[in-house]
């Protein structure tokens, strides 16, 4: 734009130094001829419309220049947002992990003491049977005691009396 207003400026002022009737003068029955009013017009047209190129041109430079720097902030946003949920999901697989090896570690100690009790039961079955054993044969054994006691005690006074 700013070529074709320097030719068009050029060009209206060669025309508005030049007179329409060239080198004569204007007739007598000519009230003055003015000079091309519309020249000045056109060139402030023009000169209007390079303005507002100018003034676009630099709101556009300036609007590219903002999203340029929000479409930036935006991805440092992103990455550091991406990179505190890799690394909030590298401390879950960690924490998932330990969790893992604790289940793992109370699966077999539940393992022994399961064994454990079941020895301990048995333990206990035994204990109980021969329990039942003595109780239930305590008092024959207790007979046989007397028994044997009374015996001692008649063999002591025979061997008392051989004497």
Do not use: W
């Not at 207003?5 to 002022?13: E, N």
């Not at 402030?44 to 630099?58: G, P, V």
């Not at 440092?76 to 590298?90: D, F, G, M, N, P």
Request: charged share 35%; net charge negative; aromatic share 4%.
């Amino acid at each position: 734009l700013q070529k074709a207003y320097d030719a068009l400026k050029l060009k209206f002022a060669a025309l508005v130094q030049q007179s329409p009737f060239g080198n004569k003068p204007p007739p007598p029955d000519l009230k003055d001829v003015e000079k091309n009013r519309q020249a000045p017009g056109v060139l402030l047209m023009i000169e209007h419309i390079i303005e507002n190129t100018r003034d676009m041109q630099q709101e556009a430079t300036d609007g590219e220049a903002e999203a340029q720097d929000a479409y930036t902030q935006y991805v440092h946003e992103t990455t550091r947002s991406v990179e505190a949920k890799e690394a909030a999901i590298l401390d879950r697989t960690q924490e998932r992990a330990e969790a893992q090896k604790d289940l793992e570690e109370a699966r077999m100690e539940l393992d022994g003491t399961i064994t454990e009790i079941d020895a301990l039961a048995k333990s206990e079955g035994d204990l109980h049977a021969s329990c039942d054993y003595l109780l239930k044969n305590f008092d024959v054994r207790q007979e046989a005691r007397v028994q044997e006691v009374e015996a001692l005690r008649q063999a002591k006074a025979f061997l008392a009396g051989m004497e």
